[in-house]
């Protein structure tokens, strides 16, 4: 079965403070892998889209990182900012147009 | 560029209403689609189109119905609204190649009573 699970469900970390999100996928074919970053009320907008080839991907203070031997990619946010504070989702497409979503990460920063 | 819109952003339905969900995008994108977002469970896929004049079933198809006259428009319709379509909707767009990014609308928070 398609999945995408993500780990944690949810986390709270301190301002200035580093986090990884994790996401282990058993999607096949595989094309690509994408996370989004999701503000509460607001649709998702992309963060970083890997192929099979790529093992890393940044944007901003936001790296991305695919193992596809092992099927798991991380998100690494470094130096958080309480504008970090949302939902982070891993997504899989599996090269015909479809997208398995996984269910998200809600990461909270405090000051 | 107003990039994906949607209307309205919120709407309360009775049982056995109909009604329209609409979605535009003005980045001359080929491939566009309707999601529904439920707490604890990721993005379903309703339909989606990949060129005017052609759609098909996602995910979740029962009970909308989309059609896709022109590049820009892709409305999602509910037939008869049932309480178990409660959701937030999400319309999205993209071009067709495989890493193309996928811009999202802002949502159509929907409950059915």
């Known amino acids: 079965k398609n999945q995408v699970e993500q780990s944690p469900q949810s986390l709270i970390i301190l301002e200035g403070k580093n986090c990884t999100l994790q996401?282990?996928?058993?999607?096949?074919?595989?094309?690509?892998l994408r996370w989004y970053k999701q503000d509460t009320g607001r649709g998702p907008v992309s963060l970083t889209i890997?192929?099979?080839?790529?093992n890393t991907k940044s944007n901003g203070r936001y790296t991305a990182t695919l193992d596809a031997d092992t099927k798991q990619s991380s998100l690494h946010i470094t130096a958080s900012q309480l504008s970090d504070s949302a939902s982070y989702i891993c997504?899989?497409?599996?090269?015909?147009?479809?997208?398995?979503f996984g269910q998200g990460t809600t990461l909270q920063v405090k000051p | 560029n107003a990039g994906v819109t949607q209307t309205p952003k919120f709407q309360v339905l009775k049982t056995g209403q109909s009604m329209t969900l609409q979605c535009a995008q003005d980045?001359?994108?080929?491939?566009m689609s309707w999601y529904r977002q439920d707490p604890g469970m990721g993005l379903r896929l309703i339909h989606y189109?990949?060129?005017?004049?052609?759609?098909d079933q996602g995910e979740v198809p029962n009970g909308y119905n989309v059609s896709r006259s022109t590049t820009e428009d892709f409305p999602l319709r509910l037939l008869s609204a049932a309480p178990s379509q409660t959701s937030v909707y999400f319309c999205?767009?993209?071009?067709?190649?495989?890493?193309?990014?996928?811009?999202f609308g802002p949502g159509t928070r929907l409950t059915v009573l």
């Open positions: 999205a767009s993209r071009g067709l190649g495989e890493r193309d990014t996928q811009y």
């Open positions: 996401c282990n996928y058993t999607v096949s074919p595989f094309s690509n």
């Open positions: 890997m192929t099979f080839s790529e």
């Open positions: 997504v899989v497409s599996k090269g015909t147009g479809k997208l398995i």
């Open positions: 980045m001359n994108h080929e491939y």
């Open positions: 189109s990949v060129g005017a004049g052609i759609t």
